[in-house]
């Protein structure tokens, strides 16, 4: 006796998935209506003192001496009197403490003349290793902290472009995403697909479903000798904004495919997410095998890949859980300094923000219980102040 299987819509399988992905659509699209208004962006909230003491290495007292003074622009108050600072204030105060502070060159943290344009891709071989909210924090952060930054999304699943306020399945459906700079048919200048942010001094080049058109457009080009090759697009698109930036940080896709691989053969330096499990330790170590032996072929043609550094960043990491602090622990004997020091923690604040398409840098201090915020923001801050170091070092500057 054959037993039909009841779960699918009447019609075809493919129907019955079409049917699932129109109704989970119009489902997010009513769940973010609830959160924001319809036709507007996301807008970025405004920071209090004590956040921009600890952006910039401001102390408080100074910061105060320095509004009584008149040295820095006036901003807006609360009821309370207590200033309010937009990220924008912030960029302010820090070119003129660059001018008048004690080592002034620190409070400007970006590309010197001579420095070179840093890519970073932020891969793993499995999804959910938490590379879209590295990607994304980390981008955020650094915008903060000064630096002109580029976000690439080069997945085609697009959560990073959704983490922005874009909806990838309304707005891109035609173009207007990364894939139309690397395409090999009438390929456009990457300028012409960046996006501002809400976020002052970042801006988002989006992914959307065309990009998955890339993987076989490029099996197609490599068969009839198409260039330039996939080895070069993504640096050649860079070469036209490179001057724009200090930064591009890369959220690739969960495999390794041509547009990983276009990604990794553009950047100066590689981030690896990895969760303290025996799975995923197991399955980064396949993706390691796969790229390393991927890229040898590669470099036959190409010539060496020169990055500046390789490291490893622990996600999604729980203290209290012993295995994973176990297989932590077995990780850095392997891998040694290559390992961050700073692990990032799984954390409630995070998934609660990404619920309204927020990171911890953009939620109201009030929204999220004191305890709970501080600790996420220690962890995330400190991953991104550590691998601020290596950026650092890679520009040949002494870190503390």
């Known amino acids: ?32 209506r609830a959160s924001f208004h319809p036709d507007t962006r996301k807008t970025l909230r ?20 320095r509004h ?30 660059a001018k008048t502070g004690r080592n002034g060159e620190a409070y400007l943290p970006g590309r010197r003349p001579s420095d070179p344009l840093q890519v970073i891709s932020i891969v793993n071989f499995k999804g959910g290793s938490s590379k879209t909210t ?7 952060r650094y915008a903060l902290r000064g630096y002109r930054v580029l976000a690439i999304d080069m997945d085609p699943q697009a959560s990073l472009t959704t983490m922005f306020g874009f909806s990838p399945e309304i707005e891109f459906t035609s ?10 048919q009438d390929p456009v200048p990457l300028s012409q697909v960046i996006r501002k942010t809400y976020f002052h001094k970042l801006d988002l080049a989006p992914a959307g479903l065309l990009l998955s058109e890339y993987e076989t457009e490029t099996a197609y080009a490599l068969q009839h000798k ?52 025996m799975l995923d330790v197991a399955s980064m170590a396949q993706f390691l095998e796969m790229a390393g032996e991927t890229i040898r072929t590669l470099e036959d043609v190409t010539g060496p890949t020169d990055w500046n550094f390789l490291k490893f960043l622990i996600a999604r990491y729980e203290p209290t859980d012993v295995p994973q602090s176990q297989m932590a622990g077995f990780l850095r004997s392997i891998l040694l300094d ?10 409630t604040a995070i998934s609660d923000a990404g619920m309204t398409q927020q990171t911890i840098y953009e939620l109201e201090p ?14 995330v801050n400190g991953v991104a102040d550590e691998f601020e170091a290596v950026i650092q070092q890679a520009w040949g500057r002494r870190t503390e």
């Open 1 to 32: 006796m054959v037993v039909h299987n009841t779960n699918l819509l009447p019609g075809s399988v493919a129907g019955a998935i079409s049917g699932n992905a129109a109704r989970l659509s119009e489902a997010l699209s009513n769940h973010m």
């Open 46 to 65: 405004k920071f209090h003192p004590a956040e921009v003491s600890e952006l910039t290495g401001i102390s408080m007292s100074n910061l105060r001496t």
């Open 68 to 97: 009584q003074e008149g040295d820095f622009p006036e901003v807006e108050t609360d009821s309370r009197g207590r200033r309010l600072y937009t990220a924008q204030d912030i960029d302010a105060i820090r070119e003129v403490m």
């Open 134 to 140: 590295t990607a994304i924090h980390l981008a955020q």
């Open 175 to 184: 173009g207007g995403t990364i894939y139309d700079a690397l395409r090999y």
């Open 226 to 277: 198409i260039d330039p090759p996939f080895t070069q697009r993504l640096s050649i698109a860079l070469d036209e904004v490179e001057y724009q930036y200090d930064l591009v940080i890369i959220d690739c896709p969960p495999q390794l495919g041509f547009t990983t691989m276009t990604a990794l053969l553009a950047s100066t330096g590689l981030l690896i997410t990895v969760v303290p499990s």
């Open 338 to 347: 290559q390992v961050l020091t700073t692990p990032m923690l799984k954390s």
């Open 366 to 379: 009030n929204q999220v219980v004191k305890k709970t915020l501080d600790r996420i923001l220690e962890s």
